[in-house]
C-alpha cells in the first residue's frame, strides 16, 4: 500500500509515518529498487516488512543508488495504521520503534540469506550477505515528514586510489583503483566550474518527465594523509548517473586528457554522449541525507514537488 501524500501521526485514526534509516553494502544488489529476479535494496526491505506487518509495505527512499553502491546515512519512510504500529510491541515492555528495529534486522538476514530461485545463488554464497543491510534507527516521523521530498540535500563520498602503493587488496571494494596518478589541483578548478544551479543533462540519465537541473551545493577532491583522494559531492538531489558521470569526467581531466574548462564546457553544451564517461559504482556512498527542522518539513516537501513539476 502506498501513500503518497505526508501521512498525519494521530492515535485515533489515519496512518503513522516511519522513518527508517539505513546503511547497507551495495555489492551484492541490482540497485534499490525493486527488480523482479533480481536482489535489490528494496525489495528485500519490503519483504521483510511484509513479513512483520502481514500485508504489503511500500516504502518510500530519499535518493535511489545504482547497482554496487553503497549508503551508510539512506532514509525511507512507509505508514503503519496506529493498530499496527502498536503491535509491533507483542505485548512487552518495549517501545514500537525498538520491537521493529530488532525484529527487521533479523528478518532482512533471513531474507537474505535465502538463495534467490533461478539466480544460481548458492546457500553458502547466500548466507555471507548477512548483516549487508543494517538498519540504524526507526523512529515516528514527524508530521509533514517525506524522505524523498523533504530532504534539503544528499552527500556522497567517491575513493579514489591513484598510486600502486594505495592499493590495499582489504578496500579494493570500495576503492577505484586508478591506473594513473591525477592532479586533484585541476580536477578542483574542474569541479569548481560546475557548481550552483545548471542543467546537468550532459551528465544524467535522464528519466521521462524528470528535469535534469539540480544545485550541485559542494565538488571537491581531498587527499588524505594516506594518499587516497576522496570526491565529495552534496546536492539538493542528483539526477540517474550524475555522480558517476561527473567523477568520470574530472578524472579525465585530473589525467591530464582534458582541460579544467572542459567539465563546464561539457555542462554547458547540454549533449549526452559517449565523451560522458561513467566511474565505476563501487567506490561510491550515499553519506547522508539532511532535513530541516521539524515545523519546515511539509513546506520543503510541497516546495520540492512544485520545483520537480
Known amino acids: 500500500m502506498s501513500i503518497e501524500k505526508p501521512a498525519v501521526p494521530?492515535?485515533?485514526?489515519?496512518?503513522?509515518?516511519?522513518?527508517?534509516?539505513?546503511?547497507?553494502?551495495g555489492a551484492p544488489f541490482s540497485g534499490w529498487a525493486t527488480q523482479p529476479g533480481f536482489r535489490t535494496v528494496q525489495g528485500t526491505l519490503e519483504a521483510a516488512l511484509a513479513v512483520l506487518i502481514r500485508r504489503p509495505v511500500r516504502v518510500t527512499v530519499a535518493g535511489r543508488t545504482d547497482a554496487g553502491v553503497h549508503a551508510?546515512?539512506?532514509?525511507?519512510?512507509?505508514?503503519?495504521?496506529?493498530?499496527?504500529?502498536?503491535?509491533?510491541?507483542?505485548g512487552k515492555d518495549l517501545e514500537p520503534s525498538a520491537a521493529l528495529r530488532r525484529?527487521?534486522?533479523?528478518?532482512?538476514?533471513r531474507e537474505l540469506t535465502m538463495p534467490l530461485k533461478d539466480a544460481g545463488t548458492s546457500r553458502r554464497a547466500a548466507e555471507a550477505l548477512a548483516g549487508a543491510i543494517e538498519v540504524r534507527a526507526v523512529t515516528l516521523a514527524p508530521e509533514g515528514f517525506d524522505a524523498r521530498f523533504s530532504a534539503l540535500w544528499r552527500r556522497y563520498s567517491y575513493r579514489i586510489a591513484?598510486?600502486?602503493q594505495t592499493w590495499d587488496p582489504l578496500l579494493r571494494s570500495i576503492s577505484l583503483w586508478y591506473k594513473v596518478p591525477v592532479n586533484e589541483d585541476a580536477m578542483n578548478e574542474a569541479a569548481a566550474g560546475v557548481l550552483g544551479i545548471q542543467d546537468f543533462l550532459s551528465f544524467c540519465k535522464p528519466r521521462e518527465g524528470a528535469t535534469t537541473i539540480r544545485e550541485l551545493q559542494e565538488f571537491r577532491f581531498v587527499r588524505g594523509s594516506d594518499g587516497i583522494l576522496t570526491a565529495h559531492l552534496q546536492a539538493d538531489a542528483?539526477?540517474?548517473?550524475?555522480?558517476?558521470?561527473?567523477?568520470?569526467?574530472?578524472?579525465?581531466?585530473?589525467?591530464?586528457?582534458?582541460?579544467p574548462q572542459w567539465l563546464a564546457e561539457r555542462m554547458f553544451a547540454r549533449i549526452?554522449?559517449?565523451?560522458?564517461?561513467?566511474?565505476?559504482?563501487?567506490?561510491l556512498v550515499l553519506e547522508e541525507v539532511r532535513?530541516?527542522?521539524?515545523?519546515?518539513?511539509?513546506?520543503?516537501?510541497?516546495m520540492t514537488r512544485a520545483r520537480r513539476a
Open 272 to 283: 549526452r554522449d559517449s565523451k560522458s564517461i561513467l566511474a565505476a559504482p563501487h567506490p
Open 72 to 90: 551508510r546515512g539512506q532514509v525511507v519512510h512507509f505508514d503503519l495504521t496506529p493498530a499496527e504500529w502498536h503491535a509491533l510491541s507483542r
Open 291 to 302: 532535513y530541516p527542522d521539524a515545523d519546515q518539513l511539509l513546506a520543503r516537501a510541497e
Open 10 to 25: 494521530h492515535p485515533d485514526g489515519g496512518f503513522l509515518r516511519i522513518r527508517l534509516d539505513l546503511a547497507y553494502d
Open 162 to 164: 591513484d598510486r600502486e
Open 238 to 259: 542528483f539526477c540517474h548517473n550524475m555522480v558517476r558521470s561527473l567523477i568520470g569526467g574530472a578524472l579525465l581531466v585530473g589525467a591530464g586528457e582534458r582541460r
Open 103 to 109: 525484529r527487521l534486522r533479523g528478518v532482512i538476514n
